[in-house]
């Protein structure tokens, strides 16, 4: 079983927890299963735990001897995880625990996401609160459900539950990095119809696949410039259509924080201009590899026979369609001129789906000043409301603002430089944190954000480093010691 080697791994009791965890079901917005499992774990301890009106569980750990008087700290991880996978892997994340494997220095799964982003976090609390050897003062452990769809668990967080003064997120993926503010997000969504009629006479049916690309996180790896499938697909189609191509349907993309991996398209083409349509397309992918090769050079575009759909999109509308989504922002929109490598605002062009008659357009717009995170979302709403759809703004969630003088700050910093002779980066960054929702209950609660090293959050490449993770172990007990 590929798991006994990751459950053999030093710190053995984080990764025995990681692995527990990990044998759970726990998309977003499907918790139920895993708060029930943290829910028995600290009443088994004989904790105080706590399951509030949301899904979110809270267990109170007492500070160990000589320290029971102290400021109690807060810890706080989200027990929800990506659910991706590769094209090729049969996995159920219904009924599936993750399947785990030992890769050199990293810990991956087999074909899906890790759920290390925010498991290691979950499973080093669970060290800590099960664990009668680690000086600390007392605990007051947080984990909060649908962080990474909408951050209800935050949102829904009433005031009150918490006591203590400072709160530690482990849900930074650096272990060089301590990060103290985040930027706040959007869900744009655009919604519309177009006219259907029949494929064209003389024409074949064929899919137009895009794959191969690395996908990642939509804000912390936004700024590395990998290739979004939906966006290099409406290349393709806009090409394609200048051959007489008509879309019968899209699918592409999957989670709104996830950068697109791949897209499908089922098109008609007319038999009499499939040879330089293949042509073009094939000069199209080369152009695409070169400008690709960095950041993703598995990319392919395939063109694929296959049975004539019945129903294809209007000419008119599909022009209209594929302008749109071309005119869709997607990437970085602008970097914070004051906060050196900060991208300030960004969108994500998710999802895209377009079948029967319908389309659906899925964006996570971000940013750390929120009139220019609206007016970006405006942009995309312009883009669709010009060809009769609609479109609308939900989830949305603050930034969290950073407060560079806090004590914590400077207290885990200097623990930093003591144990690792470095120094440590202390930054904000551009993905989404829920310190900032959180701060509205707990306007004087001192924020910070730190874990292990983890690569490629939010899609199947995700993978946590092994010596990092033991770095993190060491960082994070000095530092209760201390508080």
């Known amino acids: 079983m590929t798991n006994a080697a990751v459950r053999a791994l030093e710190p053995k009791a984080i990764w025995n927890h990681f692995a527990d965890l990990n044998a759970i079901p726990r998309a977003s917005k499907k918790e139920a299963r895993v708060t029930q499992f943290m829910k028995e774990f600290g009443e088994k301890l004989g904790l105080a735990t706590h399951v509030d009106h949301a899904g979110n569980v809270i267990i109170k750990k007492p500070g160990t001897k000589g320290r029971e008087n102290k400021p109690a700290v807060a810890l706080q991880g989200h027990l929800d995880m990506v659910h991706q996978k590769n094209a090729d892997t049969s996995f159920n994340f219904d009924t599936d625990g993750i399947k785990m494997k030992v890769d050199g220095d990293w810990v991956k799964a087999e074909g899906t996401t890790l759920g290390a982003d925010n498991g290691l976090g979950v499973a080093a609390i669970m060290t800590l609160l099960a664990a009668n050897d680690i000086p600390h003062p007392p605990i007051e452990a947080l984990f909060t459900i649908d962080e990474e769809t909408g951050m209800t668990g935050a949102f829904e967080l009433k005031g009150g539950l918490l006591s203590a003064p400072v709160l530690l997120n482990l849900d930074t993926e650096d272990d060089d990095e301590l990060t103290i503010g985040c930027a706040g997000g959007v869900d744009v969504t655009a919604k519309g119809t177009y006219a259907s009629e029949a494929a064209p006479a003389g024409s074949n049916g064929y899919i137009i696949s895009v794959k191969g690309l690395n996908g990642g996180h939509s804000g912390a790896e936004i700024h590395l410039g990998l290739g979004n499938a939906n966006k290099i697909m409406n290349r393709v189609l806009l090409l394609a259509q200048e051959h007489g191509t008509r879309v019968a349907s899209v699918d592409g993309g999957g989670l709104r924080n996830a950068i697109p991996r791949e897209s499908k398209a089922v098109i008609a083409l007319p038999t009499g201009n499939e040879k330089t349509c293949t042509e073009a397309l094939k000069k199209l992918e080369a152009d695409l590899k070169a400008e690709y090769r960095t950041t993703d050079p598995g990319l392919k575009v395939e063109l694929a026979k296959a049975d004539l759909p019945a129903k294809v999109m209007a000419a008119k509308d599909q022009q209209a369609f594929l302008l749109a ?79 560079p003088s806090a004590p914590i700050i400077h207290l885990m910093a200097d623990i930093y430089q003591e144990l690792f002779n470095s120094k440590l980066k202390v930054l904000a960054i551009h993905a989404g944190l829920e310190c900032g929702i959180i701060g509205r209950n707990y306007p004087k609660m001192e924020m910070v954000s730190f874990g292990p090293t983890i690569k490629g959050p939010h899609s199947p490449d995700e993978r946590a480093n092994i010596k990092s993770l033991q770095k993190f172990w060491k960082y994070l007990r000095v530092v209760l010691e201390r508080l």
């Open 325 to 403: 989504v071309q005119a869709c922002p997607d990437g970085i929109f602008r970097m914070s001129p004051d906060v050196p490598g900060l991208v300030q605002t960004s969108n994500n062009t998710a999802r895209v789906q377009l079948a029967d008659g319908a389309y659906t357009v899925m964006c996570l717009t971000r940013g750390s000043v929120e009139s220019e995170k609206m007016d970006q979302a405006e942009t995309i709403r312009a883009a669709f409301e010009l060809i009769g759809g609609t479109v609308e703004f939900t989830g949305g969630y603050p930034g969290w603002v950073p407060n």
